[in-house]
Nanobody, 126 residues
Framework: QVQLVESGGGLVQAGDSLTLSCAAS????????MAWFRQAPGKEREFVVV????????YYPDSVKGRFTISRDNAKNTVYLQMTSLKPDDTAVYYC???????????????????WGQGTQVTVSS
């Protein structure tokens, strides 16, 4: 199993930056990819970004491309999400997820991830 713990959420103003962290423990040597998802009130959980654990390749949807950056520190088993130019629409609970297998073009699907963190709240005021 893998345990994921997110941190770094908070209340910020529009235009501000914020960095989230996701610390993994347990069978981290089996992780193939990690991702961030988010869920706004009343909405479905949304894919934010994915990173290959070994190669570092990333994929961003247009909604966050150019504003969000994912990175990893394999030595610390930690993934980071740097968020800039935050907008009120970015308000959500942000979740970290890990998968043991590749999924090709389906990296954005929640069901392809094996483990999830408890989430961290990000609130962006206008």
């Amino acid at each position: 199993q893998v345990q994921l713990v997110e941190s770094g959420g908070g209340l910020v103003q529009a235009g501000d930056s914020l960095t989230l962290s996701c610390a993994a423990s347990g069978r981290t040597d089996s992780i193939y990819r990690m991702a961030w998802f988010r869920q706004a009130p009343g909405k479905e959980r949304e894919f934010v970004v994915v990173i290959s654990w070994s190669r570092g390749g990333t994929y961003y949807p247009d909604s966050v491309k150019g504003r969000f950056t994912i990175s990893r520190d394999n030595a610390k088993n930690t993934v980071y999400l740097q968020m800039t130019s935050l907008k009120p629409d970015d308000t959500a609970v942000y979740y970290c997820a890990a998968a043991f297998r590749p999924s090709g073009s389906l990296n954005w699907l929640q069901g392809t991830y094996d483990y999830w963190g408890q989430g961290t709240q990000v609130t962006v005021s206008s």
